[in-house]
């Protein structure tokens, strides 16, 4: 059985160790992009048809991205809010350029436009 000195050791080790664990986990997970989930997309021309998971992280400078791998596509800005609207905007861009050339697009383009047709339609 320990004794209480050995007892007030191995709590004070446990404290420090938390301790060091918590700081270096709080700072990896601050480097860590957040997964949100778009259900509104405030596009004036596209609407969402299921939701889309994007992340979203900041940069070292304080810059909001938010990305998507699926489409291959980020938007950035000072802010969350203006994030998703460059994010939109470029999504927006995107679509009606696949749209305009999909006669001419390239085979390895193909899923991204169909992908999209499956995730937007247009208001």
Request: proline share 3%.
């Amino acid at each position: 059985m320990p004794t209480k000195t050995r007892t007030r050791q191995l709590q004070a080790w446990r404290a420090s160790k938390t301790a060091v664990w918590g700081t270096q986990f709080a700072a990896l997970s601050a480097c860590l992009p957040r997964v949100v989930v778009l259900q509104n997309f405030e596009s004036d021309e596209l609407r969402l048809k299921q939701p889309l998971y994007v992340n979203l992280e900041t940069d070292e400078d304080g810059t909001v991205v938010m990305s998507s791998m699926d489409l291959n596509v980020f938007g950035y800005a000072d802010t969350e809010y203006g994030a998703k609207r460059d994010f939109v905007r470029s999504i927006t861009d995107l679509y009606y350029n696949l749209k305009d050339e999909k006669k001419n697009l390239h085979k390895s383009a193909l899923p991204l436009w169909s992908f999209m047709q499956e995730m937007l339609e247009e208001k």
